[in-house]
């Protein structure tokens, strides 16, 4: 009976503050909110009738197939000679909320898992590549081994990511921009060429004939907000058909790389984490080969991709990422373990992300900076 306008009490509080706005309303405080109200275009990004968790739906990128006669890729600082092209469609799909997935998804169960591992790294010191190097590696380390089982853990690189960045590379540049198309980082052919690439400079076993893999580990940098823009989604390898997978050519000028893109289908399931932590870390298969040299196991290329989440609060915000490669091995007595992981940080409004590989680890930093346009 308190909570009424005839409540004296309340009635003068709400006077003060209805008059308070009201001078605000005399000083154009509202101006801005006024033009985006007009303006028909623009789309609302909060979801309605309080819909924040649970399955939706959204829009991945996906390959288009390419004419006959042509090949999926694209040319990195080299000439354009018309071979490859580079074609995305935008299909819609059911994102699952993992969060609400029981039993959690594991690496065994989905090929990735979300796994509690907080760093002692601040922010800023994720764009210092000596600090990296120095500490971060060693961290990577410890949650590739706790999360693996491996007894070596060689990292090898990292990249900073940034959403700004123009080029999804960044040989020629201090930053490269995230990767919104579905894809996965290794194919069977590339995984063991690259492992082999890598036997001399890590001083490991000139060999692929082991069980290896190669698995990624993402992780917001921004200890004060959690990832809303551009979350990383995750499609269960086993709701993917080897038909699916096409092999996408990267021409440099001294190689030829490769991974994986995907046709669409409907059965592809599809899930992510929302609202990940500094505290948390995405880990995830990217390749792995068992230890009966039956070649690459379906289950460890997990597909993923950045993608625009319809419940991310506006202003949208954009992403810095560091990404860093490693290798790891276990071993036991009858066989030894070849793992790659990479561990990623992704952050929202002013944050970051790093993305670290293992049997390589491999691993980015993001960070989202608010947008000043409607989206």
Not at 66 to 79: A, H, L, N, S, T
Not at 177 to 182: G, K
Not at 204 to 213: G, L, V, W
Request: a negative charge; charged letters at 25%; one cysteine or more.
């Amino acid at each position: 009976g308190h909570l009424v306008n005839e409540h004296p009490e309340f009635e003068c509080v709400r006077e003060q503050i209805y008059g308070y706005w009201e001078q605000k309303w005399q000083e154009g405080q509202f101006e801005s909110i006024l033009g985006e109200v007009e303006d028909k275009s623009y789309q609302w990004r909060y979801p309605i009738e309080g819909e924040w968790s649970g399955p939706q739906r959204v829009k991945l990128n996906y390959q288009k197939s390419p004419d006959e006669g042509k090949r999926v890729g694209r040319y990195i600082d080299v000439e354009d000679v018309g071979e490859l092209v580079d074609e995305h469609v935008q299909q819609e799909v059911t994102m699952q909320d993992a969060r609400q997935t029981f039993p959690p998804p594991t690496l065994e169960s989905c090929g990735f898992s979300l796994v509690q591992a907080p760093t002692s790294l601040g922010e800023e010191e994720f764009k210092d590549n000596s600090v990296v190097r120095s500490r971060y590696y060693e961290e990577i380390r410890a949650i590739v081994k706790a999360a693996s089982g491996a007894s070596e853990v060689h990292i090898f690189d990292h990249t900073l990511r940034e959403t700004g960045a123009e080029s999804l590379n960044a040989r020629n540049a201090s930053k490269a921009a995230p990767v919104n198309r579905v894809h996965c980082d290794y194919t069977g052919v590339s995984a063991p060429r690259r492992l082999l690439q890598l036997a001399d400079e890590l001083n490991i076993e000139k060999t692929t004939d082991r069980h290896f893999a190669f698995i990624n580990v993402w992780r917001s940098i921004d200890k004060e907000q959690p990832i809303e823009d551009l979350p990383l989604a995750l499609c269960d390898p086993s709701s993917v058909s080897p038909k699916d997978r096409l092999t996408y050519e990267m021409q440099y000028p001294e190689r030829i790389g490769e991974n994986y893109a995907l046709s669409f289908s409907t059965d592809h399931r599809w899930s992510y984490f929302p609202h990940m932590t500094a505290e948390e870390c995405l880990v995830f298969k990217v390749f792995e080969q068992t230890d009966d040299n039956s070649g690459a196991h379906d289950m460890g290329f997990v597909f993923h991709t950045a993608f625009e989440d319809p419940r991310t609060p506006l202003p949208a915000t954009p992403a810095v990422a560091s990404k860093q490669d490693a290798w790891h091995c276990t071993s036991d007595a009858h066989s030894g373990t070849l793992l790659s992981l990479a561990n990623r940080m992704n952050k929202v409004s002013s944050g970051a992300c790093t993305h670290v590989d293992a049997v390589f680890l491999f691993g980015y930093m993001f960070k989202w900076v608010p947008a000043m346009t409607n989206v």
